[in-house]
DNA sequence: GGTTTTATTGGGAACATTCCCAAAATATTG
DNA sequence: CAATATTTTGGGAATGTTCCCAATAAAACC
């Protein structure tokens, strides 16, 4: 089915193209009257123009791609929502990919993006990826990469993250203030730059404190929520069980508190738990959750931001930046006896 | 910057585009020892085909566009993914569009989705959307369109839904015949057919059971969740309030649960509550939310399914599909009282 | 060795648009 | 009214690719 042109345009008004196309882009050197005719045209045949067309010409498709390892959890949706808002002001459409968390199609969504001339691409890796040459394609090709949340270190670009190792340094330190002695960490992939950066602030905060670093305590998992209940009944079988647990996201110390209450134990009393995200579960819950809370819209916003301002900067000038925002402990009965259950 | 093209790569090997493109598509007609020559030179450096020419040529895109109202909740995305895998199958790569529940951007992605030329369009319109010609633009271009979830009554394209009419009867006839006689139902907005047909069931099941309609006990609003507990206490400030609560989905059930929970109703003896949807959060809370589940991921594959045959279907012969998926009452402690509160 | 067949290659149109430059039409000036 | 300035219009190149058709090169046949 053929879709009308300008030429279509052009031929039923017997004018060329050349005016119908300055008619409707707007360009001042052309007699209202045509112009009016032009735009009465374009009206009744629904006349759609053809971006292929354009951005062949130009070079430039006015396209952000967002690539994401799944978009099932609150987290990632938010944070595209946010990049979303900040690119739309600055005129710039937005194509999503999520990887499933498989390396494989993370490679071929990249493929996709070249191939399809985005301007621009965010960027949150899967938890597979080790070898980061399909993202450095952009980059060879001058197109201007940010990863955000998780972050390739290798990689000379622009990265926004939240302060991972605090977050997780305060936690630990929380679960100290309020006695806890033998707190376990339930960590994610070593893959993941977020969840070794959490890792050494739990390691630092035990440290700071005088605890010794109990490596049997310490677990690393690839966050398959199905196997997250195997590890932590794996923790509370140990001879010495730990008296709290901090966990790499909010869906594992879920999943901990639900064994934990299976098993009978007394949440915070005998096992404290403590998440990192904030998921909106975590404060419908009882008892609450306590939990790392990130800024999770403002890191789409920052991403975006980020990547426009190296979108702006047409010659090779730009330096790449380190976004690191802050985060926030939030603290309820998962750690804390709280005098009220309700909300 | 410059993107290798295959006239570069020609004039590299001294040979024509022609025989360069013929080597790069996998066209038999080509010397062996030219295609290796050819494909070396393209992975040295790092050709990516470009698309939008492609694209611009044979009139196909190979893209398939998804308009969703919203992707916070687990529904949308969860939709999408299904959507997706079934698509990729088939070589469509997919755009997503959310709308935030806004006409305007609504229409202003479906202007944006008809210029970047998408092969086919599976949507789920917002809220405010009471004019559907812009979708409507699509059909007369002869792009084919598949409704899910909210769909269109007006228009004659093929539609995927789950059976809201019989998950709203069921809902409510669990309330009855659990004793309960003075069933409130908090309603979507009037522009939502989802929201419509629940409403008739509800309706209607009361009606087979010899139960009065009364009207005050029936409030449409508009899905704004911060005004959700304004609605439930009204409906609980009632001088005969009622005993049960069906509401159009779970987020706004979640709401009521925690306003009864407030008031220090026992939930279910004193106020029955029912949702739709089965969220995530439906299973982990206490007491359990009983709730309408329906076949998310299902929903998502047979709207590309539809679409899919409406693709291979060159000709106009292609007759609008209605594919109606079944839904489940899932019965929690919400409206039945559990001997354990446990997982 | 010449002729026919087959394999391989190159040239150019087409896709829809923008933009530059020249041409034409109109308006302004002396 | 002629000369000049201004407005308005049209023609054609360019974007990167595929595909058709013709041309050339190589192989096979008599």
Redesign the interface.
Known sequence: ?H?TTIIDIAKALCISKSTVSRALTGHPNVNAKTRDRILDMAAQV?Y??????I??LTNR?STVGIMVPE??S?FF??V??GA?EELARSGY?V??C?S?ESYETEVANA??L????IDGLIVSHTKETRNFDHFR?FQ???IPVVFFNRVCEDMDVSKVTVDDYHGAFQAVEHLIQTGRRRIAHLSGPDTLMNSRSRLAGYHDALTKHGLPIAPELIISYDLNLDKANIYVNHLLNLPNPPDALFTINDPTA?EAL?VA??RGLCVPDELAIVGFSDD??SA???PGLTTVSQPVHELGQQAAQVLLRQLLTEDNTFVAERVVLPTKLIIRGSTVQTSTN??
């Open positions: 089915m879709q629904d759609q123009r053809n971006q292929l067309a951005s062949l498709t978009f099932i609150f949706p938010k595209i929502i979303q459409n194509v999503i999520h499933n493929k996709a070249l191939a399809s001339r394609s060879r090709k001058g879920l639900s209450k299976r909106p579960v419908l819950i009882e309700s909300y």
